[in-house]
């Protein structure tokens, strides 16, 4: 059952972006400590860049404050105060590993890749209990570095036991060692220590009536104990189920009133969009209307005014027939005055000529 004193209050700085502070969910290297921090979204990002230091196959340790861990976790129980890890094959990229399942994994599938060793090293070191703050992990990973390819240093208080006993190291492959144990031959005449006696006691039934009793009314009160402890985990499990389902009821609130204010801004941007449309629309159908009258009393002026010059061509036409008339009728009366005079005159020089034949 997590605790607040499980989770406390860390400021880190996160190598893949500006993130200061608590950073809420992070990953630290197991091996370079909190040297390589990166929050989790960069993480989540891959942003874990290697470096001569920090290789690629290095476990990366997630990391959650209180608040965090009750959103993932929800009141579990946490392993040596930590939350549940999972990692991730630097080979393969297959996930969901403990420490101990990707040693097995690696010492399986990939045992003949170049830095497999220096991963089982690490894992094992984590197995074994170094995991506390990841600085037993890094310093015992730094310190089979330094060692000499020749042996190990072996430290002073253990010179005399170790004079007959040979450690030999040798350098197998990249980042593994192997080692090599001569055991020296036993001591002989090496006293055994003997279990010292302790004197007999006569103990009476009465004795042994109270300490029965005594042992179960320790053992009512242990199970007292125990039933509130689980009544007290409980009740925590039930107020982070609690706090979960409001963290999750607040954030499906907040989802849906983002979505619906989205929703209504969507709605009104569409019912402005058409509205603008109907406008330009009506706008348009004026235009068209009055360029239709336009057109229409264009065309009635030109009828009009076509109307106008044939009333003014027929009147012309009229008044010209009626002039050609008029000089048909003055030109037929000056020709019968011509046919009147020439008969006239063709009558008179007849008469003439019958006088001059006469006399």
Not at 312 to 329: C, F, P, V, W, Y
Request: with cysteine; charged share 30%.
């Amino acid at each position: 059952m997590s605790s607040d004193s499980d989770f406390p209050v860390l400021h880190r700085k996160c190598l893949g972006c500006p993130a200061l502070g608590d950073l809420g969910r992070w990953y630290e290297c197991v091996v370079c400590g909190t040297q390589i921090t990166l929050c989790g979204p960069c993480f989540d990002l891959g942003k874990n860049r290697v470096s001569p230091k920090h290789k690629y196959y290095h476990p990366m340790r997630a990391l959650y404050n209180k608040k965090m861990a009750d959103i993932y976790f929800g009141g579990e129980v946490l392993v040596n105060g930590e939350a549940p890890q999972s990692f991730q094959c630097p080979f393969c990229d297959d996930m969901g590993f403990t420490a101990e399942e990707l040693a097995v994994h690696v010492q399986e599938k990939h045992s003949n890749h170049p830095d497999a060793s220096a991963l089982i090293e690490i894992l094992e070191t984590m197995s074994n209990g170094y995991m506390g703050s990841f600085g037993g992990a890094r310093a015992h990973h730094l310190a089979m570095e330094e060692q000499p390819l020749g042996g190990l240093q072996v430290p002073m208080d253990e010179e005399e036991d170790t004079k007959s006993t040979e450690i030999r190291c040798q350098e197998k492959s990249r980042g593994g060692l192997s080692y090599e144990v001569i055991l020296a031959e036993p001591a002989p005449n090496v006293a055994v220590p003997k279990r010292p006696v302790t004197p007999g006691k006569n103990v009476s039934v009465e004795e042994i009536e109270q300490k029965l009793k005594a042992a179960e009314e320790r053992r009512i009160s242990l199970e007292a104990k125990k039933m509130a402890d689980i009544s007290t985990k409980l009740a925590k499990v039930d107020e982070a189920t609690r706090k979960k389902d409001e963290i999750t009821n607040e954030f499906i609130t907040q989802t849906k009133e983002q979505l619906e204010s989205k929703m209504e801004q969507h709605v009104e941007k569409r019912e402005a969009i058409i509205s603008d449309m109907k406008e330009k629309l009506k706008i348009h159908a004026q235009e068209i209307e009055k360029t239709r009258e336009t057109l229409e009393q264009q065309k009635a002026n030109e009828q009009k005014a076509i109307e106008e010059k044939l009333k003014i061509a027929q009147t012309l036409r009229d008044e010209n027939i009626k002039k050609m008339l008029n000089r048909l009728k003055e030109h037929e009366r000056r020709a019968e005055l011509v046919r009147q005079n020439k008969a006239q005159t063709q009558d008179m020089d007849g008469q003439q000529n019958a006088i001059a034949s006469s006399g």
